[in-house]
């Protein structure tokens, strides 16, 4: 069954598989967040994300980004996160140019959105688990919004 995206569902099943998949994100230590994900389109969304030891605890999806504190957000228009989730399904997990920290560092793909360094050094500190999140989609039928 396919799951939309966008959509608060997608990053439920996300984080259900990081639950399921427990012993893959122990290894890469604790995370400790609260991230902000912003699909541009024809209608934004917004979903924050907590992260806490080794699981992700909660997923919202906001109305404006003062409903929650966020750490840092990644923004990205729609077709950028699609190409990004295709190539974790192509193969495994993405293609250099589409990691999370290719994506948001080399040329600014995808925008940080950050009001305290501390928040901005967090996305970093926890790229490794952040990823093994997003990679979570790898074989996820996704319907694309």
């Known amino acids: 069954m396919a799951i939309k995206f966008p959509s608060l569902e997608f990053f439920q099943e996300l984080a259900r ?6 012993a893959e994100f122990e290894k890469l230590g604790f995370c400790d967040t609260v991230m902000g994900v912003k699909v541009d389109g024809d209608t934004p969304h917004l979903y924050a994300l907590t992260f806490d030891v ?3 605890k909660d997923v919202r999806e906001l109305s404006s980004p003062e409903e929650a504190e966020l ?3 990644l923004e990205a228009p729609l077709p950028l996160w699609r190409e990004m989730f295709e190539s974790i399904q192509k193969n495994g997990h993405p293609e250099p140019t589409y ?3 290719s994506l948001s560092h080399v040329g600014d793909r995808m925008k940080v959105v950050y009001d305290d360094p501390e928040g901005h050094d967090k996305l970093y500190r926890f790229m490794a688990t952040l990823q093994a999140f997003m990679d979570q989609a790898s074989d996820l039928e996704i319907e694309w919004a």
Request: aromatic share 14%.
């Open 71 to 73: 750490d840092f957000t």
């Open 54 to 56: 080794f699981d992700c």
């Open 17 to 22: 598989r990081m639950e399921e998949n427990a």
């Open 99 to 101: 990691t999370l920290n």
